[in-house]
């Protein structure tokens, strides 16, 4: 489904349920047991081809040789043509209702490990009459989470996964903390209604299905997969109405558990903790420019960023204020949540104060919180080892590459600015705008160094650098994004109008981009073709690559395509045509798979000619033959 034919759905979908209701609950009624009709339908045929197959053995068992004579001697080869395709049909059957999604992960706490915390967990799921725990996972996310894996595929028995982000602990009291809890295991308890809890889970199971429907391979393995395909999307937009009313309904649980006031600080908090966590990180990883090794005490850090009560900034809170709703988001922003439990207008933007007491993190986790700082700093610094010390490897370079630079008696403009570029990259505290100006002065026509000029500029708080944005943009309009972001956050709190103003052309240059993505994404065989533009290298280089996949290939063309959004773009299409016998045992997809795994020297789609006939009549005039 197209998104945008999902938003009207949607949007239909929203005034039904205010307008009748029920017509909208039958819809919804009526989905939820298509979704069982697809996999009973599933169990069914792979059921009656399994039984259908032992009926058949049972036969020859009780007919005896006569059988066996019959099936080899008479029906031998219709007996081995139909094996293999029933075979398949069992297994992929099978494997679609049993695909085992996997675990959430995490460091798995027990009530050994954090006594207090699974006091509360009890107490909450005691006044909220919902399933319990199997398991509560502590990870490293700003964030908390319930997660449901079902323990045979599509099949019942549901396990209920608690994901608790240490981040957000370290940064909320344990009434704040049960308050984000509590709006999670709400869409379990029933705090929407039972219906309501059903079709949450349902969500959950349907969407995480989706994501692995590569599981299903073959051809055989496609029904499974092009059923779940067309119907998750439908099932999501009627059941979105739902999801977004629940959202409302799981915050009104969590404050009937902790109070309002809790209620309200934590979505406060937790919006203000992601924020400034995110920074952190950012700060933390640019720390790379002069460290070899990721540092080891990161969990420390920010129990320490926590305590010097940086997690209190305003601005972190009245950007997640200002952040506006989004058509395809089940979360309503913080001002609605907030809004919805009675806070008052004047009162949204009220820091959340400092904490008092205890973190979370130190009530709950006790005197294990020591050594699971420590597991969680350690497992992350192994995780990002290997990236880290690229990067650093990578700034060393640039030194190394602006030295050079500078060593050298005399530069060329590309050189020149490269040489600027670096200064600016490895030093940018820094005024650097008079170098830039001198190079603009006698190279105004070149893109980046007006770009650069005018960040360098907007860093030194001077208004100038706007036009040297807008200057690089008319000079290349992929600069348009980046020097509209730029311009942007130099705005911010500056001149509102004026950075919705640049906003506005990052989001429509951003929407171009993706039109155009998707249209080089997505080949249409109705579409222009043009000759290669290829260099000779390139277009040799192409040769040799397809000279090495001879196997089952009849002919291979090598067309430029035409992007209706961007003409100017170059990309381009090899279209094979199969022999007749890699065609009878399809092939095409192995031997696909084998040609994109070659390093094309230009951007390239691959595909058959069956499947994109339309093709055809345009390889014989402007294609290149790659193989014949």
Known sequence: MEMAQFERMVARLEATSQERPWLYMAQVIGLVLLGFVIVLALAGLAGLVLLAAVGGLIWMVVAGPAAVWLLVAKLGKLVILAIIPVWMLVKHSFKALLIRLPAPQGRELTPQDAPPLFKALDGMRQHMRGPRFHHVLLVDDVNAAVVQRPAFGLMGFPRNYLLLGLPLLEAMSPNEAMAVVAHEYGHLSGA???????????????????????????????????????????????????????????????????????????????????????????????????????????????????????????????????????????????????????????????????????????????????????????????????????????????????????????????????????????????????????????????????????????????????????????????????????????????????????????????????????????????EPLLAPTLSPDARAQATTLMARHTQGVKRAWLVRRQIAMDPSFETYVIVLELTAWASLRSKGPEIVQALAKEEWPFATHLCLLKSFPGYKAKLDVVGDVLLR
């Open 192 to 526: 929407h209604g039972r219906f309501g809890a059903f079709i949450y889970r349902l969500r959950l199971t349907w969407s995480t299905v989706q994501l692995h429907l590569g599981a299903w391979q073959g051809h055989l393995g496609k029904l499974p997969s092009r059923l779940v395909a067309w119907y998750v999307p439908y099932f999501n937009a009627y059941t979105f109405v739902l999801a977004r009313r629940q959202e409302y309904q799981a915050d009104a649980a969590a404050a009937e558990l902790v109070g309002i006031p809790a209620a309200q600080s934590a979505l406060k908090r937790s919006n203000v903790a992601m924020a400034c966590h995110s920074a952190f990180m950012d700060k933390t990883i640019d720390t790379v420019r002069l460290q070899a090794l990721p540092p080891s005490d990161l969990a420390v850090r920010w129990a320490q960023e926590v305590a010097a009560e940086r997690v209190t900034d305003l601005r972190w809170l009245s950007d997640a204020l200002d952040r506006q709703p989004k058509p395809l988001d089940t979360h309503p922003t913080l001002r609605q949540r907030l809004r919805a439990l009675g806070m008052p207008d004047e009162a949204l933007g009220h820091s959340p104060g400092s904490l008092e007491g205890p973190s979370a993190a130190e009530v709950w986790l006790g005197p294990q919180l020591t050594q699971l700082r420590e597991a969680q700093q350690v497992a992350w610094r192994e995780s990002v080892q290997e990236g880290w010390s690229e990067q650093h490897q990578s700034w060393l370079e640039r030194r190394k590459a602006l030295a050079d630079l500078r060593a050298l008696e005399s530069r060329s403009s590309d050189q020149e600015l490269e040489m600027l570029r670096l200064t600016l990259n490895l030093d940018p505290e820094s005024d650097h705008r008079e170098g830039l100006a001198a190079f603009n002065a006698a190279h105004p026509e070149h893109a980046l160094g007006q770009f650069l000029e005018g960040v360098a500029r907007l860093d030194q708080k001077d208004d100038s650098g706007l036009a040297h944005l807008e200057r690089a943009i008319a000079l290349d309009a992929e600069a348009t994004k980046g020097a509209s972001e730029k311009a942007w956050r130099y705005l911010l709190g500056r001149d509102s109008v004026a950075a919705e103003a640049w906003a506005q052309r990052w989001r429509d240059r951003d929407d171009w981009e993706q039109e155009r993505a998707r249209q080089v994404d997505n080949l249409n065989d109705q």
